[in-house]
């Protein structure tokens, strides 16, 4: 049958496996200050209680994935057809589960549209702390329902997985399990501010992805690909209504330079994130989908904890064999009793990434405590990056909108794996009172062009990126390592004009083989990183063409004025002002 306007909804159809689906839509689902969000329920048919995986989120439970995200549908069904097999694909969802998958194997799949999205009314406001509640009180009111064991874990990517660190510092007594699949965690250093420059995805996203699904979008948007009803109904909301009913999310973010409680509220705190985890990081998900997933590993204190990493397009693997039953033999661990497939599994599971595909490798920590790390000097009179500090002090200039200094390392004499942290120590002075430093790993066949990777998003990034904005120079000595400089972001230091500073710029994770003759390079630039190939797919989803970055691009005109875009910086480089790139090497063996 049909539901009504959001009065809830009961159909049963075929499922893959011995059992049929129950489904009930738009299940009310009661929030502690009135506010009654919406739930979409997916089921084993029949008596019986099921633990849950459950996603929270704003990109419309009734969108299909096929509808909503067709160009990446295309493309991971495409090159990877076991994503498809198995169901009818009726009920997928960007970045949630796939209940046909799940559901045989006796759980129950339960998706519910955020405050303010999709079915759910209310103020929209993302990642807010009265989403973190409502999650809370979602976990609650699932494990309280007749079909639910009381064991909920928590699956998703992105927005879904973001999302699972904020509520777990709120200790749900029924969360036993989540995994967390390539989601920032600090919202101010993985995702709205790298090194303290203004990422301009978040204004873009909250358009192209976000208010497009609000609800009382109603008649003017998608509709349910099965019902046949809008996906952000029942009303339809004027724009001045729908306009009153969300946060100016882009201008929030933008008026909050600097990392404070607006971040602080929105972001992990990792000594109460107890609960047992998978994290899954991706070594192309340079901007957000790469250094909360390590920093969830490396910092959170539940005592059951793995990390995973992988490659390819964010939405892929989540989906594939691979990942599917990399999660399922998590959640069968902590929410069947089952620890059958899990009792062996690695602390840490790592695909390194190599110029053709991938080698899987089991390993205990990370960083990788046989890690040679390995500091190459930038000399700039050679632009070389050199095992030699040299003797003598030496300099180089670039505009900051211009291509910036490249320094190349000598051919590998023998393959060489780079796996871990990467950190830049630089020595800079600049025509005005700030600079921006973007710092990215190149990697260069023998021949001269350069080895790009299938990034989370964009088909063609670069080993590994890094920024820094020279005003927020400014180390957290407790929190920093030598592989990975922590800054504290929380005042600014003007730059006096032509004087030199030290900065130490974190460089987010990375794994590359390097072959033989292939060389390493870095880039010093002013603006951010491109390439342009005519091959690469175009994204509806995306405001901006592919060139490297993927949607996650430093050009907000406010953050980055023309002083600062068209200023010049020196690099410097001597005994006494040491300028190197920090490189994690694994010795082979």
Same mark, same amino acid.
């Given at each position: 049958?049909?539901?009504?306007?959001?009065?809830?909804?009961?159909?049963?159809?075929?499922?893959?496996?011995?059992?049929?689906?129950?489904?009930?839509?738009?299940?009310?689902?009661?929030?502690?200050?009135?506010?009654?969000?919406?739930?979409?329920?997916?089921?084993?048919?029949?008596?019986?209680?099921?633990?849950?995986?459950?996603?929270?989120?704003?990109?419309?439970?009734? &969108?299909?994935?096929?509808?909503?995200?067709?160009?990446?549908?295309?493309?991971?069904?495409?090159?990877?057809?076991?994503?498809?097999? #198995?169901?009818?694909?009726?009920?997928?969802?960007?970045?949630?589960?796939?209940? +046909?998958?799940?559901?045989?194997?006796?759980?129950?799949?339960?998706?519910?549209?955020?405050?303010?999205?999709?079915?759910?009314? #209310?103020?929209?406001?993302?990642?807010?702390?009265?989403?973190?509640?409502?999650?809370?009180?979602?976990?609650?009111?699932?494990?309280?329902?007749?079909?639910?064991?009381?064991?909920?874990?928590?699956?998703?990517?992105?927005?879904?997985?973001?999302?699972?660190?904020?509520?777990?510092?709120?200790?749900?007594?029924?969360?036993?399990?989540?995994?967390?699949?390539?989601?920032?965690?600090?919202?101010?250093?993985?995702?709205?501010?790298?090194?303290?420059?203004?990422?301009?995805?978040?204004?873009?996203?909250?358009?192209?992805?976000?208010?497009?699904?609000?609800? #009382?979008?109603?008649?003017?948007?998608?509709?349910?690909?099965?019902?046949?009803?809008?996906?952000?109904?029942?009303?339809? &909301?004027?724009?001045?209504?729908?306009?009153?009913?969300?946060?100016?999310?882009?201008?929030?973010?933008?008026?909050?330079?600097?990392?404070?409680?607006?971040?602080?509220?929105?972001?992990?705190?990792?000594?109460?994130?107890?609960?047992?985890?998978?994290?899954?990081?991706?070594?192309?998900?340079?901007?957000?989908?790469?250094?909360?997933?390590?920093?969830?590993?490396?910092?959170?204190?539940?005592?059951?904890?793995?990390?995973?990493?992988?490659?390819?397009?964010?939405?892929?693997?989540?989906?594939?064999?691979?990942?599917?039953?990399?999660?399922?033999?998590?959640?069968?661990?902590?929410?069947?009793?089952?620890?059958?497939?899990?009792?062996?599994?690695?602390?840490?599971?790592?695909?390194?990434?190599?110029?053709?595909?991938?080698?899987?490798?089991? +390993?205990?920590?990370?960083?990788?405590?046989?890690?040679?790390?390995?500091?190459?000097?930038?000399?700039?009179?050679?632009?070389?990056?050199?095992?030699?500090?040299?003797?003598?002090?030496?300099?180089?200039?670039?505009?900051?909108?211009?291509?910036?200094?490249?320094?190349?390392?000598?051919?590998?004499?023998?393959?060489?794996?780079?796996?871990?942290?990467?950190?830049?120590?630089?020595?800079?002075?600049?025509?005005?009172?700030?600079?921006?430093?973007?710092?990215? &790993?190149?990697?260069?066949?023998?021949?001269?062009?350069?080895?790009?990777?299938?990034?989370?998003?964009?088909?063609?990034?670069?080993?590994?990126?890094?920024?820094?904005?020279?005003?927020?120079?400014?180390?957290?000595?407790?929190?920093?390592?030598?592989?990975?400089?922590?800054?504290?972001?929380?005042?600014?230091?003007?730059?006096?004009?032509?004087?030199?500073?030290?900065?130490?710029?974190?460089?987010?994770?990375?794994?590359?083989?390097?072959?033989?003759?292939?060389?390493?390079?870095?880039?010093?630039?002013?603006?951010?990183?491109?390439?342009?190939?005519?091959?690469?797919?175009?994204?509806?989803?995306?405001?901006?063409?592919?060139?490297?970055?993927?949607?996650?691009?430093?050009?907000?005109?406010?953050?980055?004025?023309?002083?600062?875009?068209?200023?010049?910086?020196?690099?410097?480089?001597?005994?006494?002002?040491?300028?190197?790139?920090?490189?994690?090497?694994?010795?082979?063996?």
């Amino acid at each position: 049958m049909t539901p009504g306007p959001d009065r809830g909804g009961h159909e049963q159809l075929p499922a893959p496996g011995p059992a049929a689906m129950a489904i009930e839509r738009n299940v009310p689902v009661p929030m502690d200050d009135g506010v009654v969000l919406r739930a979409d329920v997916f089921r084993p048919a029949g008596a019986g209680r099921f633990p849950v995986i459950l996603t929270y989120g704003p990109y419309a439970k009734g &969108l299909a994935f096929q509808e909503g995200y067709a160009d990446q549908w295309q493309l991971m069904v495409s090159q990877h057809p076991d994503v498809a097999r #198995g169901s009818t694909n009726a009920h997928q969802n960007w970045e949630v589960a796939d209940p +046909e998958k799940w559901v045989p194997d006796g759980y129950v799949c339960v998706r519910v549209d955020s405050r303010g999205a999709g079915r759910s009314p #209310g103020q929209l406001d993302p990642y807010s702390p009265r989403e973190t509640r409502d999650l809370y009180e979602c976990i609650e009111w699932a494990a309280a329902q007749p079909w639910s064991t009381g064991k909920i874990g928590l699956n998703g990517i992105s927005y879904y997985a973001m999302n699972q660190w904020h509520v777990a510092s709120l200790h749900p007594p029924h969360l036993a399990a989540m995994c967390v699949w390539e989601g920032a965690a600090d919202f101010y250093r993985d995702g709205t501010h790298h090194g303290g420059i203004l990422s301009s995805f978040w204004r873009n996203w909250y358009d192209k992805q976000v208010t497009v699904v609000q609800h #009382g979008v109603g008649a003017r948007g998608a509709r349910h690909l099965v019902t046949g009803e809008p996906v952000a109904g029942p009303e339809t &909301l004027t724009e001045a209504g729908l306009a009153a009913a969300r946060v100016p999310f882009g201008e929030q973010i933008r008026d909050h330079p600097l990392d404070d409680d607006y971040y602080r509220a929105r972001s992990a705190n990792w000594q109460e994130i107890t609960v047992p985890f998978l994290t899954a990081a991706n070594w192309g998900g340079q901007g957000l989908h790469t250094r909360g997933n390590f920093e969830g590993f490396t910092q959170a204190a539940s005592p059951h904890k793995w990390l995973e990493v992988h490659g390819l397009e964010h939405w892929t693997h989540f989906y594939t064999d691979y990942g599917v039953d990399l999660q399922k033999r998590f959640f069968a661990c902590f929410l069947h009793g089952d620890d059958s497939g899990w009792r062996d599994q690695p602390p840490v599971q790592l695909q390194v990434r190599t110029l053709d595909g991938f080698r899987q490798r089991a +390993e205990r920590e990370w960083p990788l405590a046989r890690t040679d790390w390995r500091r190459l000097y930038l000399r700039p009179e050679r632009q070389e990056l050199s095992a030699e500090v040299g003797a003598g002090e030496e300099s180089v200039s670039y505009r900051a909108d211009g291509e910036g200094i490249t320094f190349t390392a000598p051919p590998a004499p023998q393959e060489m794996e780079i796996t871990g942290p990467v950190a830049a120590r630089l020595f800079v002075s600049s025509s005005t009172t700030d600079a921006d430093l973007f710092c990215v &790993l190149r990697v260069f066949a023998p021949g001269g062009e350069e080895v790009t990777f299938a990034g989370a998003i964009d088909p063609h990034t670069p080993a590994a990126q890094g920024w820094l904005r020279m005003s927020h120079r400014k180390l957290d000595p407790q929190l920093s390592t030598p592989y990975r400089p922590y800054h504290s972001h929380d005042e600014i230091q003007p730059l006096t004009p032509e004087e030199v500073y030290q900065a130490d710029v974190e460089i987010w994770p990375t794994s590359v083989v390097v072959p033989a003759g292939y060389r390493v390079a870095l880039t010093v630039r002013g603006r951010d990183y491109e390439v342009r190939y005519p091959t690469a797919p175009r994204l509806g989803s995306f405001k901006n063409e592919m060139t490297g970055c993927g949607p996650f691009l430093h050009d907000d005109p406010l953050d980055r004025p023309r002083q600062l875009t068209h200023s010049t910086q020196t690099l410097w480089h001597g005994p006494d002002r040491q300028s190197y790139l920090l490189l994690p090497v694994i010795p082979a063996g």
